[in-house]
């Protein structure tokens, strides 16, 4: 029997239903699909809605007859050449004339011979089944020599691809759109490494936004599932629509609904590298065709994307490398002299002279180390998105001439002439930014010049304002840049020379470093070369950001960032107290013998535990305490001694010592209850100048600059940023209160009248702006404080934070120093506010 759909369409037409009825029954027996129609329009409407293999057509019908109903189905192509056979009660002539000029191909008169009818309708129905093979094997052989034109088109175009992300792109849009796919998703990875896998997603126009539903969800389970295998599956529509073996993986991989079709990508050795995968064929399910031309195109596919990704790899690996030799030889090298200086002065034979040149070489490569320390760690911040900036008001030509006096030694060792030129139109060098990385870049860039310059050369650093941006261009007279090597100049880890027989020594990452410290600053750098031997150029362009359109403003953006005025650095510590923290023994001595050496009284311990122990009754000038030690770090000692009274050592000032000297480094050990943070390694007179501006200080509870004692108002609603102030603040010796939000604060500053107020500006509901506006509105030029604290540092959120009423704005986080600083002002400004006989209202804003 011939399944349903299988079978062919006949068409009967006649308007007496006893005769459609007889017709249907005499045809049944062929076990094809019998339409009747009891008019010429109603069959006329059937044909337009199907094919027919033959047409039953009964001449004498009212409104339209068979012959107008055959004369309109010669006139529409899709039944032009449609079978009829009439079949009729007029038996004469003339009838069966007309008929067969119409295009009939036999003339029945009725009644009917069962056999007869069947015999000849089932020819027709033979010959239309036949027709439709040979069609469909035509269509199949013309889209398979399509698919194959397109395979030979995408092996040209799979192999023109430069990366890997590029090649799986082009593979997945390819088989989408060769196999008519409204999906695919192509998945590789190099040497098996799941973790890096790389991934490419290509939907047809008008799949989004519903297709961000469909995307495949979980990789892994079909990449396991392919390499079980080993070869191409397919699941129907029907098949997952109701197979229940499949619902479970269906639920955790894709949804079940859509057929799919998916080939593994296969290395040269076999083992399984990824796959690719189509999901939601546009014009019903996927086919043993489609299997074959998706298997084809994977194997394709998978010696190139193995060639690329593979090399990728390599590449990558050569680099690492290169880069692991490089920072042997690098840290090696001045270990060797350390080493090897440090054993000559120990054997005593060595006079003054030799001892003096001993100590500077000992210096110069611990300051080495130091400096490639620090590069290999802004690195990482960089890779790992954690590199931040402290921007403040900042002098760009201050910036440049503090770089210029830190490098003129070395220029100076190699007879190099440094110049600056400030051009006529540089005017007005203020900027938003971080001197302290601007500085980096441009000590980076100077370096980099000396170091590649000849004896006697000419290094030129210059500064000029074109429109909105400032340019700093470094030029030098040295060994210039390859042209092949200029596009990577900045790229990490990549050096024009690598050899074992290079001429200049470094990492290859501080140029990398520049670029990055730049773009985070809103900038661009380039690099220029006539080629080698011929010098290069380096340009840094920043935009140029104005600080507010008055005098008022300006300074107050600049008193938010300038760092107070330093203690003076006092060398003689006698009669100071110091209890000294440091759990490893040779650090510990070495501390201990500086500041003895100082003159300080020096209690040195090697635990968090020992030192509270003895802090009580040693009762120290200063605490001095590494932080990173075992048991108890430095951080829960300093917040424990903080619970103590002040006649206990509560308020004692604190110098944390660390290894980590990232800013969120520091603002910890501060938060913590430090005063002041110093990173390892530790330049003696720095240590022993802290410690004597620490042991200065009176009452020995104030911050980072001795402000004075204020009540100060914090407002912010993140609860462990209020009260991180709050304990840091009460540690200073201010007299601190809090609130979560907005009205809050308002009500607490109009009933309190503090010196200062803090108030974050980004409060939900009520803004910080907001906040300001109405203590100004309320309150006037009442002597109160007000700071924003805000994590944008952008020069419009300056403004708006002047124009709503604060007098400073510090952006997160907080650099503690200016912190203090502010709270100095707001005291003193709230003390001359209280003097004076008639306030004025503020005007700022």
């Not at 629509?241 to 998916?262: H, M, N």
């Not at 030192?611 to 990173?628: C, E, G, N, Q, T």
């Not at 802290?690 to 609860?719: F, I, K, Q, Y």
């Amino acid at each position: 029997m011939t399944a349903p759909d299988d079978r062919i369409n006949i068409l009967a037409v006649d308007d007496s239903a006893d005769k459609l009825l007889a017709l249907s029954a005499i045809l049944s027996e062929l076990g094809q699909n019998v339409v009747t129609a009891t008019s010429g329009r109603e069959a006329l409407r059937q044909l337009l809605r199907q094919d027919f293999a033959v047409v039953l057509l009964d001449i004498n019908m009212p409104g339209m007859d068979g012959f107008e109903t055959a004369a309109l189905m010669r006139q529409r192509q899709r039944s032009e050449h449609t079978p009829i056979i009439f079949v009729t009660a007029y038996g004469d002539e003339t009838h069966a004339t007309r008929g067969y000029s119409l295009g009939a191909v036999d003339y029945i008169l009725a009644p009917v011979e069962p056999e007869v009818l069947r015999t000849k309708v089932g020819v027709f129905v033979e010959l239309f089944r036949k027709t439709e093979q040979v069609r469909r094997q035509a269509e199949s052989l013309e889209r398979r020599a399509r698919q194959l034109q397109r395979l030979t088109e995408a092996s040209l175009a799979i192999n023109s691809a430069l990366s890997p992300e590029r090649m799986l792109q082009v593979v997945a849009d390819l088989a989408r759109d060769i196999l008519g796919a409204h999906q695919a998703v192509a998945v590789a990875a190099a040497e098996q490494k799941w973790s890096e896998v790389k991934r490419a997603v290509s939907l047809s126009p008008g799949y989004l936004p519903e297709g961000e539903r469909r995307v495949l969800r979980d990789r892994d389970a079909l990449v396991s599932l392919l390499s079980w295998l080993h070869r191409a599956v397919r699941l129907p529509r029907r098949q997952s629509e109701g197979s229940s073996e499949w619902t479970q993986f269906f639920d955790a991989v894709l949804p079940a609904e859509l057929g799919w079709l998916a080939a593994p990508l296969t290395g040269r050795d076999g083992r399984n590298m990824g796959l690719l995968h189509l999901l939601d064929k546009s014009d019903g399910d996927f086919t043993d065709e489609d299997e074959a031309v998706l298997t084809q195109l994977a194997q394709m596919s998978s010696i190139a994307i193995e060639n690329t990704v593979n090399a990728e790899a390599r590449e990558a690996n050569r680099i690492k490398d290169e880069f692991l030799t490089t920072l042997s030889h690098e840290l090696r090298t001045p270990l060797t002299a350390i080493l090897g200086w440090s054993r000559a002065l120990r054997s005593g034979n060595s006079d003054p002279p030799r001892t003096a040149r001993g100590l500077e070489v000992i210096e110069r490569n611990v300051l080495a180390q130091t400096k490639l320390i620090d590069d290999l760690l802004d690195v990482s911040r960089i890779i790992t998105g954690k590199l931040r900036l402290a921007v403040r008001a900042t002098n760009l030509a201050s910036v440049i001439e503090a770089a210029l006096d830190s490098m003129r030694p070395a220029a100076e060792a190699k007879e190099i002439e440094i110049l600056f030129r400030r051009g006529a139109t540089a005017g007005d060098d203020q900027l938003i930014a971080d001197p302290d990385r601007l500085q980096q870049v441009v000590w980076n860039l100077i370096s980099n010049a000396i170091k590649f310059t000849p004896l006697q050369g000419q290094v030129e650093v210059s500064l000029d304002r074109s429109g909105s941006e400032f340019e700093v261009r470094v030029t030098d007279t040295g060994k210039g840049i390859a042209a092949e090597f200029l596009p990577s100049v900045f790229d990490r880890f990549q050096q024009a020379d690598s050899s074992t027989t290079r001429v200049h020594g470094g990492l290859g990452i501080g140029l990398a470093i520049v670029r990055h410290l730049v773009e985070l600053h809103g900038g661009s750098v380039a690099a220029s070369s006539d080629g080698e031997g011929r010098g290069a150029s380096f340009s840094v362009r920043l935009p140029v950001v104005a600080l507010g359109v008055t005098a008022l403003e300006r300074e107050r953006a600049s008193s938010v960032v300038r760092p107070p005025p330093p203690g003076i650095a006092d060398s003689d510590l006698t009669g100071v107290r110091v209890l000294l923290v440091e759990d490893e023994p040779d650090g510990r001595e070495l501390i201990g013998e500086i500041l003895r050496d100082a003159g300080a009284e020096i209690c040195a311990v090697g635990s968090a535990g020992e030192a509270y122990d003895v802090v009580k009754s040693f009762r120290p000038h200063v605490l001095v305490s590494d932080i990173a030690m075992a048991q108890e770090d430095g951080y829960s000692l300093v917040r424990r001694l903080r619970r103590l009274s002040p006649e206990e050592g509560g308020r004692t000032p604190a110098l944390a010592l660390s290894a980590y000297a990232r800013e969120e480094d520091r603002i910890r050990s501060l938060a913590a209850g430090f005063q002041q943070h110093m990173a390892k390694p530790l330049d003696p007179e720095d240590l022993v100048g802290a410690v004597g501006r620490l042991a200065s200080r009176g009452n020995l509870g104030r911050g980072p600059a001795s402000a004075p004692a204020a009540r100060v108002l914090v407002v912010e609603d993140d609860g462990d940023s209020r009260e991180g102030l709050r304990h840091l603040l009460e540690i200073w010796g201010h007299d601190v209160e809090v609130a979560d939000n907005g009205t809050t604060g308002i009500e607490k500053a109009i009933e309190r009248r503090p010196d200062v107020a803090l108030i974050d500006v980004g409060l939900p509901g009520m803004d910080g702006y907001a906040v300001a506006s109405r203590l100004r509105q309320a309150l006037g030029d009442d002597g109160i404080f007000l700071i924003a604290l805000t994590g944008y540092a952008q020069p419009e959120d300056r403004r708006r934070a002047f124009d709503s009423g604060f007098d400073a704005h510090l952006a997160k986080p907080i650099n503690y120093s200016s912190l203090s600083s502010l709270l100095s002002q707001g005291h003193v400004r709230r003390e001359a506010a209280a003097d004076a006989p008639d306030p004025q209202p503020n005007t700022a804003g």
